[in-house]
């Protein structure tokens, strides 16, 4: 993951992850999040905003206020909220794994031991070929998408790696053949 920083740049041309500090009081819903947290309210401005930053992490808050229709104030205000209530958790540049030397994807399903998923996704944070993983139901218990320069890498990760984890019981391999990569 690579995070944007400004650099150089006038003030109304610093990407949205600048240094302004700007405050905006929080309004929160009946909802909580998955952290335990309550949910912010978003009105439609707000997730106008959260799209453009999806599409382009690197636009100007100039340019994004004057297409959601806003001061750049305001839209400080409100990515300032929208990252300090956890909405916007962070920046990042997208790649295209192929280009970048990771020419074999898989998804694994793991089987794991009763109540072992955290011990579990802290063993992952040590494995950067492990872009994604999810508790997931139904026959296996996580699935993680693996990203590795051969096939070589990868058995390394699965037979060497993974399956020596005292939490997996078992695992079964998917590779990718071929796949859609997002909009943003």
Do not use: C
Request: no cysteine; glycine share 8%.
């Amino acid at each position: 993951m690579t995070v944007v920083h400004a650099g150089g740049l006038a003030r109304d041309e610093l990407p949205v992850g600048g240094e302004e500090e700007v405050r905006m009081s929080h309004q929160m819903s009946g909802q909580h999040g998955t952290d335990g947290r309550m949910a912010p309210v978003l009105d439609e401005i707000d997730r106008n905003i959260v799209e453009l930053l999806r599409a382009d992490g690197r636009i100007s808050v100039r340019k994004l206020a004057e297409q959601v229709n806003v001061s750049r104030a305001n839209a400080y205000a409100r990515i300032e909220r929208l990252t300090a209530s956890g909405v916007i958790t962070g920046y990042h540049a997208t790649i295209d794994p192929h280009r970048y030397g990771y020419t074999v994807s898989a998804y694994l399903a793991v089987k794991l031991r009763q109540r072992s998923w955290r011990e579990f996704t802290e063993r992952l944070a040590d494995m950067p070929e492990v872009e994604h993983a999810a508790m997931v139901s139904g026959g296996y218990d996580g699935l993680l998408l693996v990203r590795t320069t051969d096939s070589d890498a990868l058995r390394d990760v699965v037979l060497d790696r993974l399956q020596s984890m005292p939490e997996v019981m078992a695992t079964h391999t998917m590779f990718i053949l071929d796949e859609l990569h997002p909009k943003h």
